[in-house]
């Protein structure tokens, strides 16, 4: 899955926690907790994608085959990488830091928004013809659903519209829609969006 879908779904994920949960009991806490849920969703909804740098260790295409959705997208090293993701948070956000200490909810909704950002991550890439292996090393087998094409414009409209319209500011939010309507134009006019689906 692309990388624009895995960060809509994220910030989807970072908004339904934030509102689900009970507020806080100052406005500037509670900014500060959508704040660190959107951005732990995110991070954590496109963590496992930071593979491709090692797809440079190779030449083209083995690096890429060898090394993307490898080990950085299995559950083995999920536990690893939301651990980095909440010690970086701990050091470099004082304001998070503060909230994590004083507030249960917080805590709750920072560890769902881990375990769903990393798993979503997960079950969307499950989704298309190429697959993970997410119980390597214990079982090295590619599994993979064949449902949705990897990049799917389709989601960014459907998940995307909802996250772009939960902003406060009015400029950032026509030109997040600006920009989202004409990428889907330039996906229509190299084809590889029909101008039904556009429609």
């Keep these: 899955m692309d990388n624009i879908t895995h ?26 907790r959508r704040a660190l849920f959107l951005f732990t969703a995110w991070f954590a909804s496109n963590a496992p994608d930071l593979d491709l740098v090692l797809t440079r260790l190779l030449p083209r295409p083995f690096g890429y085959m060898l090394h993307h959705r490898g080990h950085t997208h299995t559950l083995l090293l999920a536990l690893p990488q939301a651990l980095i ?10 304001g998070a830091r503060r909230l994590l200490k004083e507030s249960v ?12 950002g990393f798993c979503l991550h997960m079950g969307m890439d499950f989704l298309n013809s190429y697959g993970l292996h ?13 449902m949705v094409f990897i990049v799917e414009p389709m989601f960014w409209v459907l998940l995307g519209v909802p996250v772009i319209m939960s ?8 030109v997040l829609l600006a920009g ?20």
Excluded: M, N
Excluded at 105 to 116: Q, T
Excluded at 167 to 174: A, D, E, N, P, Q
């Design 7 to 32: 960060s809509v779904i994220g910030l989807g994920v970072g908004e339904l926690v934030h509102r689900s949960l009970p507020p806080e009991p100052q406005a500037p806490a509670q900014r500060t």
């Design 85 to 94: 993701l909440l010690a970086l948070l701990w050091l470099l956000w004082p």
């Design 105 to 116: 909810p917080a805590r709750i909704g920072l560890a769902a928004c881990l375990l769903l």
């Design 134 to 146: 997410p119980f390597y090393p214990f079982d090295s087998r590619w599994l993979y659903g064949d």
């Design 167 to 174: 902003l406060r500011y009015g400029i950032v939010k026509s």
């Design 180 to 199: 989202l309507a004409a990428a889907l134009c330039f996906f229509t006019y190299k084809t590889y969006l029909a101008p039904a689906s556009l429609a």
